[in-house]
Nanobody, 123 residues
C-alpha cells in the first residue's frame, strides 16, 4: 500500500519561513511528478508547485521567487521551502504524486494525495 506522509506545517508570522516535507512509501516502482497543492478557506484547491523526476519544476505565479520545490529521489521525498510567507498563503497544503506501484500482480499507475498539513500565517 502506498502512502504519502506530510510534515512541517504550522503557525508562522508574516515574513517567516516553513519547510514542508512529503515522503512516499510502499511498493513503489516508479515515482514521477510530485507536487504541492493548497486549499485556502472558501477557495478551490490550487497547484502551488510541482517537480518532475528529472528535476524540472513549475510554480504558481503567486509563489514564484518565494517558494522552492525540490526532491530527493533516493528518499522518495519532496520538499517545499516557503519563505517570505504572507497571510494569503494560509491554507491546507497537500502533497501529490504520480507513481507506479507494484501491489503484487503487475504494475499500477495512479495519482496519490497526502492527508494535508495546515499552514497558518499570521499578520
Amino acid at each position: 500500500q502506498v502512502q504519502l506522509v506530510e510534515s512541517g506545517g504550522g503557525l508562522v508570522q508574516a515574513g517567516g519561513s516553513l519547510r514542508l516535507s512529503c515522503a512516499a512509501s510502499g511498493r513503489i516502482f516508479e515515482l514521477n511528478t510530485m507536487g504541492w497543492y493548497r486549499r485556502a478557506p472558501g477557495k478551490q484547491r490550487e497547484l502551488v508547485a510541482a517537480v518532475t523526476s528529472s528535476g524540472r519544476s513549475n510554480y504558481a505565479d503567486s509563489v514564484k521567487g518565494r517558494f522552492t520545490i525540490s526532491r530527493d529521489n533516493a528518499k522518495n521525498t519532496v520538499y517545499l521551502q516557503m519563505n517570505s510567507l504572507k497571510p494569503e498563503d494560509t491554507a491546507v497544503y497537500y502533497c501529490n504524486a504520480d507513481l507506479v506501484s507494484y501491489p503484487g500482480t503487475g504494475y499500477n499507475p495512479r495519482n496519490y494525495w497526502g492527508q494535508g498539513t495546515q499552514v497558518t500565517v499570521s499578520s
